[in-house]
């Protein structure tokens, strides 16, 4: 069975920083492209940040300079570590990867207060 759980959100002050953990169990996500999503109340899903099995990384407009996204293939696990956060970036992180992207984690909070 493929699980993928996220971990280390949380509640920090405009300014600060998080890094969010993404592993994975069942599954090699060494093999997969992954993505970190978020969505906030009301607003759709978005991507956010996206590593290559290469290792190739692309961002959101929104979070480049700020984010970064990294993996450790022995830990079989993902990294997005943001720094200078704002009160937009307020919202529910999900990873994702897989076949086709066909997994999902269960989502952590990252609230941002100003």
């Known amino acids: 069975q493929v699980q993928l759980v996220e971990s280390g959100g949380g509640l920090v002050q405009s300014g600060g920083s998080l890094r969010l953990s993404c592993t994975a169990s069942g599954i090699d996500f060494s093999a997969y492209d992954t993505g970190w999503y978020r969505q906030a109340p009301g607003k759709r899903r978005e991507l956010v940040a996206a590593?290559?099995?290469?290792?190739?990384?692309s961002y959101a407009d929104s979070v480049k300079g700020r984010f970064t996204i990294s993996r450790d293939n022995v830990k079989n696990t993902v990294y997005l570590q943001m720094n200078s956060l704002k009160p937009e970036d307020t919202a529910a992180y999900y990873c994702n990867g897989g076949f086709l992207g066909s997994y999902w984690g269960q989502g952590t909070q990252v609230t941002v207060s100003s």
């Open positions: 590593i290559t099995k290469n290792g190739l990384t």
